[in-house]
C-alpha cells in the first residue's frame, strides 16, 4: 500500500451522498455442481476454499451495457430521478460490450439521458469504488447534481472453462447508484484509493488491447482469458481490504466501531472473513452475497450494496464502508454517512 493517498471529501462545499440504488444479474444460475460436470473440481471444493455456491451467467445476446442498463433502471427509479435530469454516467467496466463507443454512451442512449456527459472507467474489480469518488467530486464541486454511478461487468465471457483455478470464482452482474448532494454531515465522509503495479501481472487478460491486439498472429487462445495467480491475489486482498478501510475511517475521522455495515468485494467469503476480524466487527456487521453470485467484478460491491438496501439492512444515520479490490492492483474504499436527502436532492 505504499503508492496510496488518502484524503477526506470535508473540505469540499457540497455533501454528496446516494440517493438510490439499484442492481441487476441476468437469471441463468450456474451452481458449482454444474460447474464439476465439465471441469475436475466440486461442490465441496468451492465452498469451503471460496464460500460459493453459485454464480449468473449472461445469455449469449447479453452483454455488459444490457446488465448496467438494468441496473441504472432501477437506481434511477428508486431515486426518483429522471433520466433527462442526470448530468454525468460513469461505469466502471473491464469488460466493455467493445473499445468503442464507451459502454456509457450505450447506456446513456437506452435510457434517453439527453443531457448527461459520460465515461467509462477501467480499474479492474476496484472500479465501482473508483468510480463512485470520481463521480462525487463533481457534485462536490457544484459542477453537476445528478451522477449515475454504475458498475457492470460480464466474466464469464473471459474465462477458460477448462481452468479450475479461475472459471469457478467468477460471474456477471450489475449494480447502480444515482448520486446527489445530501445534507452536512452525510454522504461520503472519507475516501482513499491505492495501485501497485509491481503486482499487476498477477491478475490479467492479455489480449485485446494495444500490446496483443485481436487480429495479432501470435495471439494464444488463453490470452483473451482471464489468468490469475490465486494465492498471490489472496495475500494481498487479505491484506488490503481492512487497510483500505481503515484508511477511509481514519481520514474522516472515524472508527470500526462506529461501521454499521462493512460491504467489501465479494471475491471470497475466506478474504471478507479476514477483512472482518482485521476490523473486529461483528458478523452482523458484514454483508456478503458471494455465495450466490461468486466475483462480479464492477458489479460486486453495487450489487451487495442494492441488495443490502433491499433486505432493510442500511438505514439512514448508518455508516458503510465499501472496499473494492482487483486488478492492478488497485483497491479503493469509502466511508459513507446513509441518508442526510434533501427535499429536492
Ligand atoms: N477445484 C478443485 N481443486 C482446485 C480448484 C478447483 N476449482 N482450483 C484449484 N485447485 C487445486 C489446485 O490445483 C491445487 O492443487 P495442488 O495442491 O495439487 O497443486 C490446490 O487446489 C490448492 O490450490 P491453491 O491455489 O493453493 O488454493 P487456494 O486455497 O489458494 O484457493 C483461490 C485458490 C480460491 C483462487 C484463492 O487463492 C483466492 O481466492 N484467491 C484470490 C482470488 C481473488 O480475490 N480474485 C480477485 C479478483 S478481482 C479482479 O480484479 C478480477
Not at 83 to 111: E, F, N, Y
Not at 334 to 340: E, F, H, L, T, V
Amino acid at each position: 500500500m505504499t503508492t496510496a493517498q488518502s484524503h477526506t471529501p470535508q473540505g469540499c462545499k457540497i455533501p454528496v451522498g446516494i440517493l438510490g440504488v439499484g442492481h441487476f444479474a441476468p437469471p441463468e444460475i450456474v451452481t458449482n455442481q454444474d460447474l464439476a460436470k465439465f471441469v475436475d473440481t466440486t461442490d465441496e471444493w468451492i465452498l469451503s476454499r471460496t464460500g460459493i455456491k453459485a454464480r449468473r451467467r449472461a445469455a449469449s445476446h447479453q452483454a455488459t451495457s444490457d446488465l448496467a442498463y438494468e441496473a441504472a433502471v432501477q437506481a434511477l427509479h428508486n431515486a426518483g430521478v429522471e433520466p433527462r435530469d442526470l448530468d454525468l454516467i460513469i461505469v466502471a467496466t473491464m469488460t466493455p460490450d467493445c473499445p468503442m463507443p464507451s459502454t456509457s454512451c450505450l447506456v446513456q442512449h437506452r435510457l434517453g439521458a439527453t443531457r448527461a456527459g459520460g465515461f467509462d472507467l477501467n480499474i479492474a474489480c476496484s472500479g465501482f469504488v473508483y468510480a463512485l469518488i470520481t463521480g462525487s467530486q463533481f457534485v462536490a464541486s457544484g459542477t453537476y447534481r445528478r451522477v449515475l454511478v454504475v458498475g457492470a461487468d460480464v466474466m464469464t465471457r473471459f474465462m477458460n472453462w477448462q481452468d479450475r483455478t479461475t472459471c469457478v470464482l467468477f460471474g456477471d452482474g450489475a449494480g447502480a447508484v444515482v448520486l446527489g448532494p445530501v445534507a452536512p454531515g452525510y454522504g461520503l465522509l472519507g475516501v482513499h484509493l491505492g495501485i501497485n503495479g509491481a503486482g499487476g501481472t498477477n491478475l490479467t487478460i492479455n489480449a485485446g488491447g494495444s500490446r496483443l491486439p485481436s487480429w495479432s498472429d501470435n495471439i494464444q487462445r488463453q490470452d483473451y482469458y482471464l489468468q490469475m495467480v490465486g494465492p498471490e491475489v489472496f495475500r494481498f486482498a487479505v491484506q488490503v481490504m481492512g487497510e483500505a478501510a481503515l484508511k477511509a475511517l481514519h481520514s474522516a475521522n472515524l472508527t470500526p466501531e462506529q461501521v454499521t455495515l462493512f460491504i467489501p468485494h465479494q471475491a471470497n467469503a475466506r478474504i471478507i472473513e479476514a477483512a472482518r476480524k482485521r476490523l473486529g466487527l461483528p458478523l452482523d456487521r458484514v454483508f456478503s452475497n458471494v455465495e450466490h453470485y461468486g466475483n462480479t467484478s464492477c458489479g460486486s460491491v453495487p450489487l451487495a450494496l442494492s441488495e443490502a438496501c433491499q433486505q432493510d439492512r442500511i438505514h439512514d444515520d448508518d455508516l458503510v464502508v465499501l472496499v473494492g479490490f482487483g486488478g492492478g492492483l488497485s483497491w479503493g474504499s469509502a466511508a459513507i454517512r446513509w441518508g442526510g436527502l434533501l427535499r429536492e436532492s
